[in-house]
Nanobody, 118 residues
Framework: QVRLVESGGGLVQAGGSLRLSCAAS????????MGWYRQAPGKQRELVAT???????NYADSVKGRFTISRDNAENTVYLQMNSLKPEDTAVYFC????????????WGQGTQVTVAS
């Protein structure tokens, strides 16, 4: 099993920045890709960014050029640097991990709220 704990959310003005962190514990040596998803009220959860163990990244079009995902394999932590935030970025952000030992069963954190005020 893998446990994911997010931190770093909060309230920020439009144009501001936040940095989210997600610390993994448990069977971390089995972790393949990690990523960030978000869910706004009344909407489905959507991909924000992912990163593999080899640090290959993928971003949603809506955040390209503004958000940067990074990963510290030694610390089993993934980060999401969010710049030039917009009110439409307001959502609960969830950390996700794909674990080789549990194919097809992603692990999720509890989520952290990001609110961008206009």
């Amino acid at each position: 099993q893998v446990r994911l704990v997010e931190s770093g959310g909060g309230l920020v003005q439009a144009g501001g920045s936040l940095r989210l962190s997600c610390a993994a514990s448990g069977s971390t040596f089995n972790i393949l890709a990690m990523g960030w998803y978000r869910q706004a009220p009344g909407k489905q959860r959507e991909l924000v960014a992912t990163i593999t163990g080899g640090r290959i990244t993928n971003y949603a079009d809506s955040v390209k050029g503004r958000f940067t995902i990074s990963r510290d394999n030694a610390e089993n932590t993934v980060y999401l640097q969010m710049n030039s935030l917009k009110p439409e970025d307001t959502a609960v952000y969830f950390c996700n991990a794909q674990v080789s030992r549990y194919p097809g069963t992603p692990f999720w954190g509890q989520g952290t709220q990001v609110t961008v005020a206009s």
